[in-house]
Every structure is written in C-alpha cells, then in structure tokens.
Nanobody, 123 residues
C-alpha cells in the first residue's frame, strides 16, 4: 500500500501561482510513477501531468504545458506540482496518484490515490 496526501491548494487570483505537494508513505515511492489529476464539478477526472519513477521523464497535457511543472523527490517521498499563470478554468480538486503503468494516460493503471486538494482560481 502507498498512502498519498496532497496539500497546498487554496484560493488564488487569475495569473497567480500555487504549489501542490503530495506526501507518500508506505511502500517504496520510487517504485511508482506518479500523476496529478484534476476534477472540476460536473466534469470527469482528467490527467494534468505525469512523472516517471526516477523523475527523468515528464508528461503534460496541452492545457497546462508551459504553465505547470511536475517534479518529485524520492529521497523525501514527495511529489510536487508547481502551477503558474493560473486561469479560472484550472479550478478543480487536484489529486496525486501512483502506479506502475508504463503510460501516464493509462488511468486504470494508477493504483493509489490521494484524497485531493481544492484549487480555486478567481477571475
């Protein structure tokens, strides 16, 4: 089992920044790729970004490219999503997830999920 706990969400004005953290415990964090997802009210959960087990490979959905940066520190068992130039449409609950899938977009491959942290961007 891997337990994931997100933090860092909040209310920010458009154009602002937030830094989300994901603290992992339990099994060896470095054995799992990690992804950040989001879900807005009335919408399906969607992938935002992914990072490989070593951190050497990252993936971003087009709608966050150039604005968000995913990273991880396996020594500290943490993952991070730096969000800059936030837009009102980024408003959602954000979740970190971990899994051993080969494809970041393999939603079913994520085995462990956090409880989420709310991000609200005002216009």
């Amino acid at each position: 089992q891997v337990q994931l706990v997100e933090s860092g969400g909040g209310l920010v004005q458009a154009g602002g920044s937030l830094r989300l953290s994901c603290a992992a415990s339990g099994r060896t964090f470095s054995n799992y790729a990690m992804g950040w997802f989001r879900q807005a009210p009335g919408k399906e959960r969607e992938l935002v970004a992914g990072i490989s087990r070593s951190g050497g490979t990252t993936y971003y959905e087009d709608f966050v490219k150039g604005r968000f940066t995913i990273s991880r520190d396996n020594a500290k068992n943490t993952g991070t999503l730096q969000m800059n130039s936030l837009k009102p449409e980024d408003t959602a609950a954000y979740y970190c997830a971990a899994g051993r899938m080969m494809n970041f977009r393999d939603y079913e491959g994520y085995e462990y999920w956090g409880q989420g942290t709310q991000v609200t961007v005002s216009s």
